[in-house]
């Protein structure tokens, strides 16, 4: 039978802060003073961890998620900090798509799903009656889990987006926009001689770096990938990984991950999700190797998902 320990103590510095609702906190996590095997227990919801971040592009604030009048996600709040890589881990079914589609409104295209709370990038809001899906689809790119692209050549792929977003004038600068991309991508070299043959007719993993091109070619801030390795083998899946690394420095990402491996060799933090529910949140290393909620604790050490 399996114990359950305490889970607030009130010799933690991080009491009452977890006591109070959100919005009432005055100041961020202070780190424990010392590495403790106290866990929050299982029963415990609010999210434990730094949920803010000092350089955030993307705040949430109590955000929860419905499809019809069943909740997917509940009360999340998170801020996407700028030039990182974010990993979203959990069991399967724990909201980790659900939330990703929200930061650029991609729920939207889902009949029946709907999404409260308060989502902003850059200080405004995505859900506000103003704003321009289409752009915003640009600035937050996704990469989805298969590679998805276009039935045209490998230059229409990249070239489509710009060309739709009205972000070239001559034929000259659309191709400079594609081997840029294609090259950020590290996919040029691959490709630069057959830029007229069918994109879909690419290796998975070059695949996969071709929809990251089309991704890049319309000038994104943040780009959300939705398990990209997952139909790759582990040479595509190691080149992605290696380009996510490079890619942290001119953007921000947002990665869900099935494989803690991965997550562990990407991101710089790991928010962990536990049916629609944000448990814990904080830096990657500190996340896999000092847990904080026996949720997480389950999950890294493989007794739960
Ligand atoms: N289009 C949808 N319609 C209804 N329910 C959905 C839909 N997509 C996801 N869900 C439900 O929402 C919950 C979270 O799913 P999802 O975000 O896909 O989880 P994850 O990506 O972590 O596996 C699950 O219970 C799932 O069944
Ligand atoms: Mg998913």
Redesign the pocket.
Known sequence: MTTYTASISMSDPNAEHYLLAPHERASPVKPREKATNVKFDRDHRETIGEYTSASARIRCRNVDVF??E?P??QDINLDIGNNQVIALI??????????LRCLNRMNDT?Q??RVTGDISMDGKPIYGQDVDVVPLRAQVGMVFQKPNPFPKSIFENVAYGPRIHGLVNAKSELEEIVEKSLRRAGLWDEVKDRLAQPGTGLSGGQQQRLCIARTIAVNPEVILM?EPCSALDPIATAKIEQLIDELRELYTIVI?THSMQQAARVSQRTAY?HL?HLIEVGETAQVFTHPQHQLTEDYITGRFG
């Open positions: 499809y019809g069943k997917a996600v959990g069991p399967s079914g724990c909201g980790k798509s659900t939330f889902i029946d799903c939705d869900v999700f629609g």
